[in-house]
């Protein structure tokens, strides 16, 4: 088969219509999975982690676990005791503690460019807030 240049050049145009339909509609829901996928990764660690902070509040039943001048709101022994429970590299919160169900009221915890913040209302109804962090800029102040 002996093509024409037009025709030729009209299969190339067709592939290059397809490849970019392609791109156009698989990179955003590639990414929307990966972000859905993620998400549900790391509210899951958050709950891990609000669990084995109520396990330690369970274990030490004597002495308060949130210290709202401690970093990270957790009293002195808490996060030792929380560690063996959460993922390597994550940065933990306690932001709030009920003392008489010892339960936690409000955390944040964030992994891999999210943050979950969970709080409990007055009503006692829980909610968990996942976000995804992007860095736009970073500014430094120069010597």
Known sequence: MNYSRREQFKKALTVVGILAAVLVIGIPISLGFYLSTESHLVLREAKNAKLALEMVALTQTTKNIYDADASGGMAE??????????????????????TKTRQVTALTY??????????????????????????????????
């Open 110 to 143: 964030s992994n891999k460019n999210f943050r979950v913040v969970y709080t409990v209302n007055d009503n006692g109804k829980h909610k968990w807030e996942i976000d995804y962090l992007i860095k736009i800029q970073e500014y430094t102040d120069q010597d």
């Open 77 to 98: 022994g808490v996060w030792e005791g929380v560690s063996p429970y959460v993922e390597d590299g994550c940065v933990l919160s306690l932001d709030g503690f009920d």
